[in-house]
């Protein structure tokens, strides 16, 4: 039992360290180079984006990544019989999809300069989805 315990805790850890996700710091110095650029410039690296809009005066474009993964699921479990009795312990780590997502807002102004990026979602979507400004 006690080598089945110590798998069991092995196994939750193996799943808890391919959590780390970047640090909200590294997505925002990750989209600051792009302030100052044209919208063109972001519409040429990321796409179209998904709305545009203008409010008081102010102009927004906003694009929308998504990832959706899979990822497996794990089960231990104990069992036993003795006489009419039987008995048994399990648990599932894991399984199913997880849907992540990041969404960017750039404000400009009516010539096209970026004066604001905004950004909201997991980090690595972030890092991963919208391409990093070349200078």
């Not at 600051?32 to 203008?54: F, K, M, N, T, Y």
């Not at 409010?55 to 019989?81: C, I, M, N």
């Not at 006489?83 to 404000?107: L, M, P, R, Y």
Request: with cysteine; hydrophobic share 40%.
């Amino acid at each position: 039992m006690r080598q089945v315990v110590t798998m069991s805790v092995f196994v939750a850890a193996l799943a808890l360290t391919g959590c780390a996700s970047a640090p909200p710091a590294k997505v925002d110095a990750h989209f600051l180079a792009w302030q100052s650029a044209q919208v063109d410039e972001l519409i040429q690296a990321w796409g179209v984006p998904q709305q545009s809009r203008e409010v008081a005066g102010k102009h927004y474009a906003e694009w929308t990544k998504q990832d959706v993964s899979s990822s497996p699921r794990f089960s231990l479990g104990l069992g036993g019989f003795g006489g009419n009795f039987g008995g048994g312990v399990g648990t599932s780590f894991g399984g199913g999809d997880k849907h992540d997502f990041c969404s960017v807002q750039a404000e400009h102004d009516s010539d096209g300069r970026v004066s604001v990026i905004r950004w909201t979602g997991d980090t690595d979507i972030c890092l991963e989805q919208f391409a990093a400004r070349n200078r």
